[in-house]
């Protein structure tokens, strides 16, 4: 548990190589118990590469699952601590694997945004349900430069040509954009129960990504639940909700920048300029040789 006496020591943090991919030592400081995590059949990982809208799936996961037998859990528990980041390690505070291990819940909803190879073994031993969530990598980018900006915990983001720069040679936390979501997509060729989506399906249609989510999961809620949940989690409700926008969180400053910012898609056109997207989308062609993985930068 964490103790409340203790002072949080809030750093920013560098980067380092861990086996290969960009880390800070937040998210790898447990590693030993984040290996030897032991997943249940029915837990349910949600992954992401940051700012895809882990947040987003999460809360709907949890209202899917958890709304209608447990409705007070949406009003007194932050989604952060209904779906725990697992590899999350901050001294004084509850570790994600702790978290996780302490939910009272079935399933467990748990978050990562380990790539694909970092993910403890256990939850592939289990056939555990994963649902995989992507956006585009101009989108992401920004929404991470901001993010970088007011969670105090993250490396100094610097300014916007660097920080573009950086993204692009992977330096980021949890590594190169391009390898995880290729990693993961790689992973649903081999695993069954990997679903892939799309922050970008999200935005322009949240029913119809619901009804899919629901397929997946095996899940047949009624028309009328349907309909709360798709209105529930737009993003100017999931906004002003003290339980999903994040504003419980320490380590973020608010006034640098909220955390659920635009909730857009194609908001990199305020942010790229002309010749960077030109730059950006030379380079994207060279990485992202997979056909059958394609990226909408608009809707
Ligand atoms: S994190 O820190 O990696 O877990 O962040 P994550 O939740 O993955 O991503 C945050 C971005 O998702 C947006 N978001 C939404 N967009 C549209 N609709 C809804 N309901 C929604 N919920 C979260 C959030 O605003 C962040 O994107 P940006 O572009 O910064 O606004």
Not at 42 to 60: C, E, H, M, N, R
Not at 73 to 93: C, G
Not at 214 to 239: A, H, W, Y
Request: hydrophobic share 35%.
């Amino acid at each position: 548990m964490s103790d409340p006496d203790k002072k949080l020591d809030l750093r920013r943090s560098e980067l380092f190589d861990f086996h290969g991919v960009s880390m800070i030592h937040y998210v790898t400081d447990n590693w030993e118990n984040i290996q030897n995590f032991q997943a249940r059949p029915d837990d349910i990982l949600i992954a992401t590469y940051p700012k895809a809208g882990t947040t987003w799936v999460s809360y709907i996961l949890d209202l899917l699952h958890f709304g209608q037998t447990s409705p007070e859990r949406q009003t007194s528990i932050p989604i952060f601590k209904r779906v725990p980041f697992l590899e999350i390690y901050i001294p004084s505070m509850d570790t994600g694997v702790d978290l996780a291990n302490n939910l009272p819940t079935s399933p467990r909803l748990i978050k990562t945004h380990y790539p694909v190879q970092f993910v403890p073994k256990s939850f592939w031993e289990q056939n555990c349900r994963i649902v995989y969530m992507a956006r585009n990598a101009k989108d992401s980018v920004v929404s991470y430069f901001h993010f970088d900006h007011m969670n105090m915990l993250e490396p100094d983001p610097g300014d916007w040509s660097s920080y573009l720069h950086r993204f692009k040679e992977g330096k980021m936390v949890f590594g190169s954009w391009y390898d995880h979501v290729n990693g993961w997509w790689k992973k649903k060729q081999t695993y069954s129960n990997l679903h892939y989506m799309f922050f970008e399906d999200m935005v322009e249609d949240t029913g119809r990504e619901i009804e899919k989510l629901c397929r997946f999961l095996g899940l047949s809620p009624s028309v009328e639940e349907k309909k709360q949940i798709t209105s529930g989690v737009q993003f100017d409700k999931m906004k002003k909700n003290n339980m999903t926008n994040y504003s419980t969180v320490p380590v973020m400053d608010f006034k640098m920048s909220p955390f659920m910012r635009k909730g857009k898609v194609g908001d990199w056109k305020n942010h790229f300029t002309v010749a960077q997207s030109e730059e950006f989308d030379e380079g994207y062609k060279k990485k992202m040789k997979d056909p059958t993985l394609q990226f909408r930068t608009v809707v």
